[in-house]
Structure formats: structure tokens, C-alpha cells
């Protein structure tokens, strides 16, 4: 038995209720107590990473763990219902995990300005740091499908409590959209658990629907069913309305979580259950994606991404309030995903992944600037009208929101370039594309790229270059707390765009271990 993921997943959560108890009595130690153990659990993953993933070290369909999972842990739990308490990790979900415990770590350091029921924000960081990391490490359906829920659970708390005016309205939309279509997903794994042998175990489940006689329309039925749950928290159009006002009301840490990491639980259900688990399942020997009614699905996954690339980022354009914009902005970004898994090859799928993790340092980033601008404004605004002259009064934090605000846009040199590159490379490569009917699916996308870049450049001139208004008048220097989590995170989307073998050395694997994928 291997304990290391199951240290990292249950720690945080052991610990929430001790250090809801420690704060009412010591709410500086508790903050102090909760960065510790976060940025603890952050280094831990970053350990794991090297031991286990460094160097290409993953080693798919051999007898190094099951269906390349490392650091298994597997115990029978409800043995007369098939459910195991198993946890690993592989090429897909390990990435997804040191991107969780950075993102915590940097949302709970800019949290030091909370100073409203200090005990319980903390604990339920806690809660939700378990939560987010059992849903990238549960080899179980049945325990995806805990952690996943657990999820809404913190998140919503977080918006109800410490968000702003309209906040009771943004969770309770936040939590109404995401439940229902967890529920839509959880009818989808009970036909997984019936067509698969009756267990909810990954690797058992993939050799089952590789090995078996499971028909083309049944595996369709499944696809649209965990899509309709996962591509909701994702979110894509027409299912995305939740999120622009989750963001508007959260603190600007929990929308940093909220976009770094909950919109990739989707994206990741969608790879490990949509694509890596139902793409070997054959008929006369074709697989799964590769026939008609595989094709069918791949293009009508493309439409939603375009759609969901454009639409949001002209609604973008249109905003003044800056977390509403990155809000449309982080709707249009994840539509790139959607489009490199469509591509189903090599390129495509490589490009989703790397999406999600450039957009997870790239967009907390740009909400926890917005949060620095909101505290420091007199009358706690983010519109951009009115916050002119940023550039004289706090000029760091305006050289980050630059430098941030271009990496969105996919300047050359930075971790959203070589997303955006790649999935269009992924696409044109892409057979869908041979006969020349779907060329149109690329060329209407590159439309958003270069939208995306006008509103960020837009929102950049109004904050360097419009009339100071008087809002920052009594405007400080940013605090430590405030720009180191996003000078990290900026660090790292460079290094992402400069050296992103750094992530592709397990990407690559992981890509060529899934049946029926084109090189």
C-alpha cells in the first residue's frame, strides 16, 4: 500500500476542525497555521511530482501499477457493491494536483485581509483543499463522485458568506446549476457501473469496456450524460451563466480557486471519463471514436467550443467591471479545451491539458489583481472607468496586471500561447478537417483570439492611460500579501511558456496510452 496521495488528500481536511477550534481562539495563528500547512502540502506535491513523473517516468499498460496509475492505494470499501477506496495518480492527473496546492497556497496567502469569521474561511479552505484534491486522485467512481460533491459544499459557503452585495443570490445559482448537473452526471456512472461489471473501479472499468461488447449507442448515451455534468462546471455555453456571478460576488481568493481549479475538475472528468475511459470500447473492430457516431460527437463537441471560444469573449469586450471580463474571458479560454479534444489527436489532447493548467496560474492571477484593486479604491470598485491612473499610483501591481492581462491575450514566450498554438495545430491536423467541410470550426475560433486581445488591451489603456478619477487617491503600496502570490504565479507562467516540455514530458505519455488516438 502507497499512503503518499492519501496524506496529501486527507491532511487537510483532518486538520479543518482543529483549526476552526484554534481560530476562535487565535484567529492570527490559524491563518499563520493554515498558510504553513498548505505550503507544506504544496512542496509534498511538487516531491511527488519529481519522484514519481520527472524524466518521463510513467510507464502506461505494464505492470507498473494499473493502467499506469503511481502511487496506488486500494482497499475493498462496500466489497458487495464493487466500491474500492483507490487512489492514484497518472500523466493527466498529477499535473492537476501541484496546480491545486498552488493555487490554494496563493489564495490563502492574499486571504490575509479577511478579518470576518477568520475560524471558519479557514477551516473550509481546508475542506475544500481535500475535496479538490480527492476528485484528481479517486480511482473510484463512486469516490469521484463524493469528492466532486463535497466541492459545492466550501465553495458555496465562501461565496454565501464573504462575497459581495449579491453574493446569497450568486451561491444559491452557484449550487442550483452544479448540483443538477452532477446529478445528470451520476446517472451516466451508475450506466458505467452496470455496463462495466459492476464496479466502479477505474482500471477494472477500462479493461471492461476495452475488452467487452458494449454497443456504440449505449457508449454515446454515457458520453452525453457525464458531459452534460462536466461540461457545466466547466462551463461552456449555453450552461455558463453561473459563473460570470459567482465570480462578480466571491472573494477574489475563492474566485481564484473557482477559476484555477474547479473549472478543471471539469475539463479532467471530461479526459478521464468521456475520453480516457469510454475511447477503447470497439465494434468490428473500430474504436469508439473513430466511427460515425464517434465523429458525430467529436464535431458537435467542436461547434459547442467555437461557440463557447466567441460568444463570451465579444460579451467580454462589452464589461467594465473587471472580474465580470475575466469571468467571460475564463469561458472563452476553456472553449480552446473543448476544441483540442474534438481534434482527437496527439497535438489536441496535449493542448487541452496544457490549457487547463496555463489558464489555472494565469486566471487566479488576474482575479486576485482585481481584488488588489477593489481594496484599494475608495469606494471598493473594479470597474475600470473608474480606477484611471493605476499605472502612478501602484505601479507594480499595474506591471503585473499587464504582463498577466498579455499572457491571457496568448502573447508569444507564455504558457497561453502554447495552448492556443497547439490546439489550432491539433485542429488543421485534425481528419475532421481532410474533406474541407469543418474548416470553418479553426478560422471562426481565431476570431476569439483576437477579440481576447482587444479587450485585454482595452482594459490595459483604461487602467494605464484614462483620467484619474480620485478613486485611488488614498491608494497605498500593495502589501507583501497582495503581489507575491501573483508574482509566483507570473513566474510561473513564464516559465510554463518558455519550457513547457516541463509539463508535456508526462502530457505526451498520457496521450499516447489512449486507444484510437491519432499521433
Request: glycine share 10%.
Amino acid at each position: 500500500m502507497n499512503y503518499e496521495l492519501i496524506i496529501l488528500m486527507v491532511l487537510p481536511i483532518a486538520l479543518a476542525l482543529p483549526m476552526y477550534m484554534v481560530g476562535r481562539k487565535n484567529t492570527s495563528l490559524a491563518k499563520w497555521l493554515t498558510t504553513l500547512i498548505i505550503g507544506s502540502t504544496t512542496f509534498y506535491s511538487m516531491w511527488l511530482w519529481v519522484k514519481h513523473f520527472a524524466g518521463n517516468a510513467i510507464i502506461y499498460n505494464s505492470d507498473d501499477g494499473e493502467a499506469g496509475f503511481k502511487m496506488l492505494y486500494k482497499a475493498e470499501w462496500i466489497p458487495d457493491l464493487g466500491v474500492k477506496f483507490a487512489v492514484g495518480a497518472d500523466g493527466l492527473s498529477m499535473p492537476l494536483i501541484v496546480l491545486t496546492q498552488v493555487v490554494f497556497l496563493v489564495s490563502v496567502v492574499s486571504s490575509f485581509y479577511v478579518k470576518d469569521q477568520e475560524a471558519t474561511y479557514y477551516a473550509l479552505i481546508l475542506v475544500l483543499n481535500s475535496a479538490v484534491i480527492g476528485t484528481f486522485v479517486a480511482l473510484d467512481l463512486l469516490l469521484f463522485y463524493i469528492a466532486w460533491e463535497l466541492v459545492l459544499v466550501p465553495m458555496f459557503f465562501l461565496i454565501h458568506i464573504w462575497g459581495g452585495d449579491n453574493r446569497k443570490y450568486a451561491a444559491i445559482k452557484f449550487f442550483i446549476y452544479t448540483h443538477l448537473a452532477s446529478l445528470v452526471m451520476l446517472i451516466g456512472l451508475f450506466y458505467i457501473y452496470i455496463e462495466g461489471g459492476s464496479t466502479f473501479y477505474l482500471p477494472d472499468l477500462k479493461d471492461n469496456f476495452t475488452n467487452g461488447s458494449i454497443s456504440f449507442g449505449t457508449i454515446s448515451l454515457i458520453f452525453w450524460l457525464v458531459f452534460i455534468g462536466f461540461v457545466t462546471k466547466f462551463p461552456q455555453v449555453p450552461v455558463h451563466t453561473w459563473l460570470p456571478d459567482a465570480h462578480v460576488q466571491a472573494p477574489s481568493p475563492g474566485s481564484a480557486i473557482l477559476a484555477g481549479l474547479l473549472l478543471k475538475m471539469g475539463g479532467y472528468g471530461l479526459m478521464r471519463v468521456g475520453f480516457w475511459l469510454l475511447a477503447g470500447a470497439q465494434e468490428d473492430g473500430e474504436y469508439f471514436f473513430d466511427s460515425a457516431e464517434g465523429e458525430r460527437i467529436r464535431i458537435i463537441i467542436a461547434i459547442v467550443g467555437v461557440v463557447s471560444m466567441v460568444y463570451p469573449a465579444f460579451v467580454a469586450l462589452r464589461q467594465d467591471d473587471l472580474k465580470r471580463m475575466i469571468a467571460y474571458s475564463s469561458i472563452s479560454h476553456m472553449g480552446i479545451v473543448l476544441l483540442g479534444l474534438a481534434a482527437y489527436n496527439t497535438n489536441g489532447f496535449n493542448a487541452a491539458m496544457f490549457m487547463m493548467i496555463a489558464h489555472g496560474v494565469i486566471s487566479p492571477a488576474l482575479f486576485l489583481l482585481s481584488g488588489v484593486i477593489e481594496h484599494n479604491t475608495k469606494s471598493h470598485t473594479r470597474l475600470m472607468s473608474k480606477v484611471g491612473g493605476l499605472g502612478h499610483k501602484m505601479p507594480f501591481v499595474t506591471g503585473l496586471f499587464v504582463f498577466m492581462g498579455f499572457a491571457s491575450a496568448g502573447l508569444p514566450g507564455l504558457a497561453g500561447f502554447v495552448a492556443e498554438f497547439a490546439a489550432f495545430l491539433g485542429m488543421f491536423e485534425s481528419e475532421l478537417l481532410t474533406d474541407g467541410i469543418h474548416l470553418w470550426i479553426p478560422v471562426i475560433a481565431v476570431m476569439s483570439i483576437i477579440v481576447t486581445a482587444g479587450y485585454y488591451l482595452w482594459a490595459i489603456q483604461k487602467v494605464l492611460f484614462n483620467e484619474p478619477t480620485g478613486e485611488l487617491d488614498n491608494a497605498e503600496i500593495a502589501k507583501w500579501w497582495e503581489t507575491g502570490p501573483i508574482l509566483v504565479l507570473a513566474i510561473f507562467t513564464l516559465v510554463l511558456g518558455l519550457y513547457p516540455k516541463l509539463v508535456y514530458g508526462t502530457l505526451d505519455d498520457w496521450s499516447n496510452s489512449i486507444p484510437g488516438l491519432q499521433p
